[in-house]
């Protein structure tokens, strides 16, 4: 979050672009972690922001892989590695942050 | 014009002026000069700077707006990494085409909304010439670049299907009044053509004044998705009353006829020569004595 407050500190108010929020908050969705179809562990989170005095939560979704750190966020209906809020032209990466339905009995 | 034996036979003395065929009479222009010129000089002193005052403010403030804005515009033309409207809006549909037009319709912003200002100036409408080519100019990029590529923007546009609607009337108003404002020109009608422009200039002065509220409501707290709806539409629809309401002002204080001399005048000449009483501009006469 911090490299993502930064660049938005940085560009320009006078823009069409969302104004900063005046704050953010991590919330971890789960206590345990999950595996995806590749058995990597990851825990999914959400990002809160507040404008004036109102929070709006999961303004940004996405997980993190315990294994090697790699951050992954939602755009639509896919997940892109979270460099893309940076400004990186990342493409959607299947597979990932989610875990795979159980096995019927 | 009456003569007598003892009285000299009055008989006017024209003289030409140059190519554009005003004439005036000697013999009234001595007593005239003195009289209208010191009250034309008075009024233009006084109040033409004072009413030309909102005009330039406006052109000035739009200046520094669009300058504002393209120095914001610069990461756009970043083609390595997505500039902080892209990552806004991702996922769009077509997104090649969204990134594409993204960029077009900045670029051209930044080129003909500049343009438009300038060619409100009476410096350049005092020159044809230049007027005329910038202006041709200006309407091919606003025609065939600004306007498409902001549709194409307009149907993915933050906040939904009442922006996506904001968005496209103004494109619409700019489209319309373009083809107007060139039409109107060929016909020499000044008057509709300025109208038509004022329209096209209103509906650009929106890029700044919607940034400047969006401003304004981020630092007095409210809801961004509202204020985004708001920055739009007061603007957009503002634009279009604020026209109308100067066009109608406009219409009111003068007859049409002594609207287009005063125009065309404006334009042509500078207020130095409409001391000269530009008679031939307005109705020809026949002279008596020729």
């Known amino acids: 979050m911090k490299p993502l407050a930064t660049r938005e500190s940085e560009q320009s108010r006078f823009s069409r672009v969302r104004m900063p929020p005046g704050e953010r908050r991590l919330r971890v969705l789960q206590t345990t972690a999950s595996r995806d179809k590749s058995a990597r562990e990851f825990v999914p989170f959400a990002i809160d922001v507040r404008y004036g005095g109102e929070w709006r939560e999961n303004d940004i979704v996405g997980c993190a892989y315990l294994g090697n750190g790699d951050l992954y966020v939602k755009r639509g209906d896919a997940y892109r590695p979270a460099a893309i809020l940076l400004g990186k032209n990342v493409e959607p990466v299947a597979g990932v942050c989610e875990a795979p339905p159980p096995p019927k009995a | ?127 044809v010439a230049w007027h005329r080519w910038m202006g041709r100019a200006t309407g091919i990029l606003v025609l065939f670049a600004l306007v498409p590529s902001g549709t194409v923007l307009a149907m993915d546009a933050k906040g939904g299907t009442i922006v996506t609607a904001g968005f496209l009337l103004s494109a619409a108003i700019v489209a319309w009044f373009t083809v107007r404002g060139v039409q109107a020109a060929r016909r020499h009608n000044l008057v509709s053509h300025r109208r038509a422009m004022l329209h096209v200039v209103g509906q650009m002065s929106v890029a700044v004044v919607s940034r400047l509220m969006l401003v304004g409501f981020d630092i007095a707290g409210f809801d961004p998705d509202l204020a985004y709806v708001v920055a739009l539409w007061v603007p957009v629809l503002g634009s279009v009353a604020l026209v109308e309401w100067l066009s109608l002002r406009a219409a009111r204080s003068r007859s049409f006829t002594s609207q287009i001399v005063i125009e065309r005048t404006g334009r042509e000449l500078s207020p130095l020569a409409l001391l000269v009483r530009v008679r031939s501009l307005v109705r020809p006469n026949i002279r008596p004595g020729r």
């Open chain 2, 1 to 127: 014009m009456a003569s007598c034996r003892t009285c000299r036979t009055w008989r006017p003395r024209v003289v030409r002026l140059g190519r554009l065929g005003l004439t005036f009479d000697a013999n009234l222009f001595r007593g005239w000069l003195v009289q209208e010129s010191v009250r034309f000089l008075s009024q233009l002193c006084s109040t033409a700077p004072i009413r030309a005052l909102p005009r330039r403010m406006f052109v000035v403030l739009m200046l520094a707006g669009a300058l504002f804005i393209a120095s914001s515009s610069l990461p756009y033309f970043d083609f390595e990494n997505l500039p902080p409207f892209a990552i806004e809006k991702l996922p769009v549909r077509f997104e090649s085409l969204w990134l594409a037009s993204l960029r077009i319709h900045v670029a051209a912003a930044l080129v003909s909304f500049p343009l438009c200002l300038v060619l409100m100036t009476r410096t350049l409408q005092r020159r």
